[in-house]
């Protein structure tokens, strides 16, 4: 016990040093504004870069705030506050006195030497013009702000969910378009005002949405032949109505408009013409949970330059997880568009079956204008016959859904903010292997997670801010990250392949491992080279298939977790004594001491393929301390545990007995009550929430995806995040591709594990058996155990 001490205190030591070597050499890279650098000034909520000149510009409280990102001590702020009359009028609604602020949700480049603002203003939302070369409010002659109203481009209150994107100098936004935040609308905010449309205010279009995203996709004008328009993208959460559930069941969801629709003549007028809407869907085939919660989108074009090659990055979560869970999916424009252009949901139904769809008219609804669709004289979304315009305000909903594979899961962490690196610079030429996630957490934390194929890897964790402060917005500019929180801005490089002090995290990222200096640099020619060729090289070069045996001395009834690293994502198994109790836990092996418990543990990986001999990562042997006294009292109370259990499992064995035979009882007395069966069967049960129609599965570009899941520090033998004043300490730097942080010991007792159930010879849980089930099933038959009947049957037309 007293050698396991030590070498615990000697690997905390050890991990302490890296830690703090890793956040000084990182801290010279690091610039950093906080509270007191912003004079007060805070609640910063949107941010908005001029990619020319390099000036960042944040939305906040009561101001706008100028920073240059070459030096951040460079910074100016514009004041725009609230009149004292119109604050009080605010609060006399029943509003608070921090909400009755102004907020500052918008800031989009006008083209003409101008930023167009908009906050919510006292929750009357306005906005003005700032002069970007003078960096002041534009006014009128007796000196008073040029505003105008702000209604259906801003949201009332600070806290509401909304997103815009300016499409050839014209806003499209989602937001509440009342004061009391019960209206939503997905419009063109700004323009001619003939053209400023919007959705229909109807449950079938918007229900209860959360907005997220939105994207403007420009087609290409060389490589359009078709004329194809172009189209906004809007990701939002919604409530379904298509799932006939007690509970609120909520979706995620893209929609799509084109940028020439003016609306209908007749029908739809000022309203969209193109709106259609299908389900994300972001599920793990391997244990069907889906994440039906979505929180952040991120736009990119894989190929700079090429419109049909943009993915959208998405986080979720889900509705029905109590603890902390986030997954990253992406999809495709392609497989959107595809949906977008398959059959429609019908949604009328009777109380048996489903109606037979419309027969769908022609030219086909909700289809963008092109140059086909021109040649048959419908130049204008005006020309469109009734019938089209009523088939599509009746049906924005589609049938199918896109589908996606989590790129990677996360237990114990709620993502709030995503960026993207990719492999191609501007320019098309190849800078490293891996797409890189730069991930913010709602606890201040930057996490960097390295995509190869279908392959993601959790690669590094910083602590930029303190745990108060959720990341709320990333920028990527010029090789380097702008991350903020409502109170501070960080700016950090995006990949900084020196700070990697391993050949394997070095070769996921995509940099190159120098043996003979043991450094890791960038990658400076354009050749392709896999990963898996890049960390064969690192175990030829480390030797890292032969590790050194660790002798460990242990006592009777301890339990111990046996760490293996696992670098591919080809499978690792232990061999181990053959009567030893032992668990794994993910690619690590807990290890239940007995006497014959005693012996030598290897993890193998397949890490070169099956042809190949598998790598040893890992090998430990272990040797009882005092043998003879421990495992006489080990053995002792293994019976007394063992005499314990069957007394118990016994006495409820009887009294399950004596339970089934009064449930049996009251059922033959209510029979002869009178009672039919049909009573009885008004007690199912509804299905769980969470079984919602299964969409088929399309192709996707990581749709094999190996999802990654850890608790919140890595594996629970990982050390915790110290905070120091600054915050610039506690970066952890992983030393594999599975997101297992640097070990603090090749040792740690099973007590800090979650689940603490006994363990069989072949590491397979012990239970009660299959008895209790039939208990269980009468349990359920109980009156006071049933679930709420199922809802009554009514036509309805959504």
Request: with cysteine.
């Amino acid at each position: 016990m007293k050698s396991v001490t030590g070498l615990f205190v000697v690997s905390v030591l050890l991990c302490s040093t890296i830690s703090s070597w890793s956040a000084t050499s990182y801290g010279a890279n690091i610039s950093r504004l906080g509270p007191a650098d912003f004079s007060g000034v805070n609640n910063f909520s949107t941010f908005l870069l001029d990619r020319v000149s390099g000036m960042l510009y944040l939305g906040a409280q009561d101001a706008v705030i100028a920073v240059d990102t070459a030096n951040l001590s460079k910074r100016k702020m514009i004041e725009w506050s609230v009149p004292e009359e119109k604050r009080k009028s605010c609060v006399a609604k029943g509003k608070t006195e921090d909400d009755c602020k102004n907020y500052v949700r918008l800031l989009e480049f006008l083209g003409d030497g101008h930023i167009y603002a908009c906050g919510t203003f006292a929750f009357d939302p306005q906005c003005a013009f700032i002069n970007i070369s003078s960096f002041t409010l534009e006014t009128h002659e007796d000196g008073s702000i040029k505003m105008e109203t702000g209604k259906g481009k801003c949201p009332f209150e600070p806290s509401q969910h909304y997103t815009a994107v300016m499409a050839g100098g014209i806003l499209y936004t989602a937001a509440t378009s009342n004061f009391l935040g019960t209206m939503y609308d997905i419009s063109r905010a700004t323009g001619i005002e003939q053209e400023r449309i919007r959705t229909e205010q109807s449950i079938n279009w918007l229900s209860d949405p959360e907005f997220v995203s939105s994207a403007f996709i420009q087609e290409d004008e060389k490589n359009n032949p078709n004329g194809e328009d172009d189209k906004i993208y809007f990701f939002f959460t919604e409530v379904a109505k298509e799932y006939d559930l007690y509970t609120k069941v909520k979706v995620p969801r893209v929609a799509r408009v084109c940028k020439s629709d003016v609306g209908g003549m007749k029908t739809l007028q000022r309203r969209w013409t193109t709106f259609l809407k299908a389900q994300l869907v972001c599920e793990d085939r391997a244990s069907g949970q889906r994440f039906n919660v979505l929180t952040d989108v991120f736009t990119v074009q894989h190929q700079p330059g090429d419109p049909s090659s943009t993915h959208f990055y998405g986080i979720f979560t889900s509705q029905w997880e109590r603890e902390e869970l986030s997954a990253v999916c992406v999809y495709s424009l392609e497989e959107i568009t595809k949906v977008m252009n398959g059959p429609f949901k019908e949604l009328k139904k009777t109380c048996e079956n489903w109606i037979n769809p419309e027969p769908i008219p022609t030219p086909r609804p909700g289809q963008c204008l092109n140059s086909a669709l021109k040649e048959q004289g419908f130049e204008s979304s005006l020309k469109l016959p009734d019938k089209v315009l009523t088939f599509v305000r009746d049906h924005p909903l589609m049938e199918n859904s896109v589908v996606a594979a989590p790129l990677m899961i996360r237990n114990g962490i709620t993502y709030t903010k995503l960026a993207v690196t990719l492999p191609m610079t501007s320019s098309g030429l190849k800078q490293h292997m891996a797409t890189v996630l730069h991930l913010g957490t709602d606890r201040g934390e930057l996490h960097k997670v390295a995509v190869v194929g279908p392959n993601a890897n959790l690669i590094e964790e910083v602590p930029l801010f303190s745990a108060q402060e959720p990341v709320n917005n990333i920028l990527l500019y010029k090789d380097e990250a702008l991350v903020g929180t409502p109170f501070s801005l960080v700016k950090l490089p995006v990949v900084n392949c020196s700070l990697y002090s391993t050949c394997e995290v070095c070769a996921r990222l995509g940099c190159v491992w120098r043996h003979k200096e043991g450094a890791c640099a960038i990658m400076t020619h354009d050749k392709v080279v896999e990963a898996e060729d890049l960390v064969r090289q690192c175990n030829k070069g480390e030797g890292l298939c032969s590790p050194p045996v660790i002798e460990m001395r242990v006592e009777n009834g301890q339990r111990v977790l046996l760490s293996c690293v696992q670098v591919s994502p080809r499978p690792c198994h232990w061999d181990h004594p053959l009567h030893s109790h032992t668990r794994r836990h993910n690619y690590d092996l807990e290890v239940h001491v007995t006497t014959d418990s005693v012996g030598t543990y290897v993890c193998l990986c397949d890490e070169a393929g099956r042809d190949q001999p598998p790598c040893r990562r890992a090998e430990y042997q272990l040797t009882l301390d005092n043998p003879s006294m421990g495992g006489n009292v080990a053995i002792a109370g293994g019976r007394h545990f063992l005499a314990s259990h069957i007394i118990f499992f016994v006495f409820g064995f009887i009294l399950g007995g004596i339970l089934l035979f009064l449930i049996y009882k009251r059922q033959g007395g209510m029979r002869g009550g009178g009672h039919s069966s049909s009573t009885l069967e008004k007690g199912r049960d509804l299905l769980p929430s969470t079984d919602t129609p299964q969409s088929p599965s399309s192709a996707s570009l990581l749709s094999e995806a190996v999802p990654l899941t850890e608790k919140r520090n890595g594996t629970l033998n990982g050390h915790g995040h110290n905070m120091h004043p600054g915050g610039h300490s506690g970066r952890h730097i992983y030393a594999n591709s599975s997101g297992l942080k640097l070990q603090e010991s090749a040792v740690n007792l099973a007590e800090e594990l979650d689940g603490r159930e006994r363990a069989g010879p072949d590491g397979e849980e012990e239970g009660l058996g299959d008895g209790l089930s039939e208990m269980e099933e009468e349990f359920s038959k109980m009156p006071c155990l049933r679930g709420a009947p199922l809802a009554q049957c009514e036509e309805s037309s959504i």
